[in-house]
């Protein structure tokens, strides 16, 4: 993962120019040619990112054309190492597609679009700014908000933030998917696991400190930087560094954690990567199931409280699925007298992909590549523990697929396709 800090971060709007104009300008100003081919499949409102070299001096932003001269939405995010440019693409199998990117000396835009995905500070009163909440959204339509974790000493319950998640997580018709619990309390919800917060990745053995439960003798999770807050019309984007402290105060290890929301056809997408870097000396993830990327459900969207179903990639149904490896599961149910559902997908590079699913009844659905001895059932062993020397890294990318109506499998497996396998990308 590359951790270049943005210089300027903005929305850079793809300018809706007429063609002619923007090949006439194209002579003065820097451009590129991006080609797409999709070799073995099509692919639909895939995301689609980029990386350009550094813009040229005095050049801030940017536009793209497709091969005959309509502009493309995207968002551009410029920075002093490199840049990005990220766009949603729609190419049947076999076909090829070529799209021009000029940079552009136009200031960055500052503020939110109206249409694309906007990403909003939200601090609450009298909260300190580095502690403001972000507000991600598509179209004006909320997706969730990011919580930064918070080393205050005496929080008071109601805003205790022992490391960072994302809540509520809202579907593409408005329906919140995730409980409420601890962040609010709904008249009949389930209290219990007060350490399930909507979304969340931390986990119950590092370097013997349990990250995963909450106490005062467990660690927490801290931000220590936000470094970038993008919006767009295609992607909007957040990155933050996080410590892990441990009780004592001594820091076990940090990450860098990037979300971006895609604004796509249908339904909500967005993706969730992690990198753990073992900064302070060697660290080792334990082998437990308590871990690690965690989704906590709505009530009625589960099987014990609720009328949902779970569905894995092998076929693997509700509570068989515990404890398996998968390329993707599938948790979908109720919400307000509509069926809803999410899809989280493990990235084939993830360490012992096909993960696997800490996958629960009651609601809990979280991915983990360490607890293999709980889920082979091996005893007195630690085949799941993983070692970081110190200096060393470790990436996890996960997407995750908000999606209307009962889980269809075959069209689950064709998106999980489309992300474990993008098109070629050639740039010239």
Avoid at 368 to 392: S, V
Wanted: proline letters at 7%; one cysteine or more.
């Amino acid at each position: 993962m590359k951790r270049y800090v943005l210089t300027t971060i903005a929305v850079a709007a793809c300018m809706a120019i007429a063609s002619a104009a923007h090949a006439a300008a194209a002579k003065a100003k820097p451009t590129y040619t991006i080609v797409v081919n999709a070799a073995g499949r099509a692919y639909a409102g895939q995301p689609i990112t980029v990386e350009l070299p550094a813009p040229p001096k005095g050049m801030q932003s940017g536009s793209l054309l497709d091969a005959r001269g309509t502009p493309v939405p995207c968002t551009v995010e410029s920075g002093a190492g490199a840049s990005e440019v990220t766009f949603i693409l729609d190419l049947a199998q076999g076909a090829s597609q070529s799209y021009t990117f000029a940079w552009s000396p136009k200031p960055l835009a500052k503020e939110v679009p109206a249409k694309g995905v906007q990403v909003r500070r939200v601090a609450a009163a009298g909260a300190a700014d580095a502690l403001a909440a972000v507000e991600f959204a598509v179209d004006g339509s909320p997706v969730t908000v990011y919580h930064p974790g918070d080393a205050r000493p005496n929080p008071s319950p109601a805003d205790d933030r022992p490391k960072p998640y994302c809540w509520p997580i809202i579907g593409p018709g408005g329906e919140t998917i995730t409980r409420a619990f601890p962040m609010a309390q709904v008249a009949g919800e389930s209290n219990d696991h007060q350490h399930h917060r909507g979304l969340f990745f931390d986990h119950g053995d590092v370097n013997g400190v349990d990250f995963w439960t909450e106490s005062k003798e467990t660690g927490r999770i801290v931000q220590r930087a936000l470094v970038i807050l993008t919006s767009g019309p295609a992607m909007g984007h957040l990155r933050t560094d996080n410590d892990w402290i441990a009780p004592g105060g001594n820091t076990v290890c940090e990450d860098v954690r990037d979300v971006r929301v895609y604004r796509v056809p249908t339904g909500r997408l967005f993706d969730f990567d992690i990198a753990i870097t073992a900064a302070e000396g060697q660290v080792k993830f334990g082998d437990t199931k308590e871990g690690t990327l965690g989704l906590r459900l709505a009530d009625s969207i589960t099987l014990t409280r609720g009328h949902g179903h779970i569905l894995n990639s092998a076929g693997q149904k509700d509570r068989e699925t515990w404890g398996k490896r998968a390329d993707w599961v599938d948790y979908s149910g109720p919400v307000q007298g509509k069926i809803v559902g999410v899809t989280i997908f493990d990235d084939p590079r993830n360490l012992r992909h096909p993960t696997y699913w800490h996958v629960r009844d009651y609601g809990l659905f979280a991915a983990n590549p360490f607890g293999i001895h709980d889920f082979e059932g091996i005893r007195d062993e630690e085949p799941g523990a993983y070692t970081l020397a110190k200096g060393q890294t470790l990436t996890l990318r996960y997407r995750f697929y908000l999606h209307d109506g009962p889980a269809d499998a075959a069209a689950l497996a064709a998106l999980y396709d489309q992300y474990a396998n993008p098109p070629q990308v050639s740039l010239r």
